[in-house]
């Protein structure tokens, strides 16, 4: 969804109609843990819960649906895929292994420091516990 996913969509289809590749688009989606809310508020906060996740869904697949638009365009074979994986990382990782990917396209915010630490990077851990080679747009 930002710019910065935007480029790396860009380079990876450039990359692809060049080799002559298809691409899997994917977006991964945390899930909610009920356990963080108190006891006395679940009952009222899982129609709060299950409003977020469809909002979140409907916002993945309009952002899959522009990967896929932009590859038809590009001449590029795509599929969508959406994930639910309570860590980013190894939903991303899972998805490539059980496709046979051969490449995976990420950006990075090129966070340093605290905030990097804070934070922490989907993509930086993906880059450690992946065997499958990592192109980083940023």
Do not use: N, W
């Not at 380079?11 to 843990?33: I, N, P, Y």
């Not at 795509?78 to 998805?95: F, S, W």
């Not at 990075?108 to 993509?123: K, Q, W």
């Amino acid at each position: 969804g930002s710019e910065l996913a935007g480029t790396a969509v860009r380079h990876g289809l450039a990359l692809a109609k060049a080799v002559g590749a298809k691409v899997t688009a994917l977006t991964v989606e945390g899930s909610f843990d009920v356990y963080t809310v108190p006891a006395s508020r679940v009952y009222e906060m899982s129609e709060a819960f299950a409003q977020h996740a469809e909002r979140a869904k409907a916002h993945a697949q309009k952002i899959l649906d522009g990967v896929a638009e932009q590859a038809r365009a590009a001449g590029v074979v795509c599929e969508i895929v959406q994930v639910e994986q309570d860590h980013p990382y190894e939903g991303i990782i899972e998805t490539a292994e059980q496709r046979g990917c051969d490449l995976i396209v990420m950006a990075s915010h090129g966070r340093s420091g605290i905030a990097a630490i804070v934070l922490g990077s989907v993509t930086t851990k993906v880059l450690t516990h992946t065997k499958i080679p990592v192109l980083v747009c940023h």
